[in-house]
T-cell receptor, first 118, second 110 residues
Framework: GAGVSQSPRYKVAKRGQDVALRCDPI?????LFWYQQALGQGPEFLTY????????KSGLPSDRFFAERPEGSVSTLKIQRTQQEDSAVYLC????????????????FGPGTRLTVL | KQEVTQIPAALSVPEGENLVLNCSFT??????LQWFRQDPGKGLTSLLL?????REQTSGRLNASLDKSSGRSTLYIAASQPGDSATYLC?????????FGSGTKLNVKP
């Protein structure tokens, strides 16, 4: 079946522009995660959704970052007034279960969106 | 905050060797731990998931062990092949978050 998809795959933005990154999780998956991956580093947690509820946004680096999942499926990560330090790969992952099935929750990742801010 | 360390950071071996990749984490209150591989410019591919009640999981030439109390997991790769060349990441899961180390970059030479 279809995996997690993300669009666009590459985005170049001028400093100060707003960007929107899209994630289509695996159909029926309850949990959705966003991560930021800097070059040569492991992914860093940004935010977590269980269905449409954003249960954890502790990893969002500033109030310029905003994520939503209004219908509990597709999610959008928006970055306002982009800065050069926002340049990274943004990864989305989905899991079939919510917090009640934590021991069995396996993450499936999308290919990522590489954001470059000039 | 969970801290994850992976050793070695990089490894270059000839084809056919058996390998050991190490992962340590500071908070043992995890629900599970997942191992991933990441190819350059690509997303993460899940290799193995070990639940907190399990000691190990096997898939083909891969075997992962988990010692939750000591905060350690090990990934064994048997009879390595050039196609195994990638970055390997471990991710313990707790409090609705997966925490990642910086990975082990593996190069298997033909």
């Amino acid at each position: 079946g279809a995996g997690v998809s993300q669009s666009p795959r590459y985005k170049v933005a001028k400093r100060g522009q707003d960007v929107a990154l899209r994630c289509d999780p695996i159909s029926g998956h309850v949990s959705l995660f966003w991560y930021q991956q800097a070059l040569g580093q492991g992914p860093e947690f940004l935010t977590y959704f269980q269905n449409e509820a954003q249960l954890d946004k502790s990893g969002l680096p500033s109030d310029r970052f905003f994520a939503e999942r209004p219908e509990g499926s597709v999610s959008t990560l928006k970055i306002q007034r982009t800065q050069q330090e926002d340049s990274a790969v943004y990864l989305c992952a989905s899991s079939p279960l919510g917090t009640s099935g934590t021991a069995y929750n396996e993450q499936f990742f999308g290919p990522g969106t590489r954001l470059t801010v000039l | 905050k969970q801290e994850v360390t992976q050793i070695p950071a990089a490894l270059s071996v000839p084809e056919g060797e058996n390998l050991v990749l190490n992962c340590s984490f500071t908070d043992s209150a995890i629900y599970n731990l997942q191992w991933f591989r990441q190819d350059p410019g690509k997303g993460l591919t899940s290799l193995l998931l070990i639940q907190s009640s399990q000691r190990e999981q096997t898939s083909g030439r891969l075997n992962a062990s988990l010692d939750k109390s000591s905060g350690r997991s090990t990934l064994y790769i048997a009879a390595s092949q050039p196609g195994d060349s990638a970055t390997y990441l471990c991710a313990p899961y707790n409090f609705n978050k997966f925490y990642f180390g910086s990975g082990t970059k593996l190069n298997v030479k033909p």
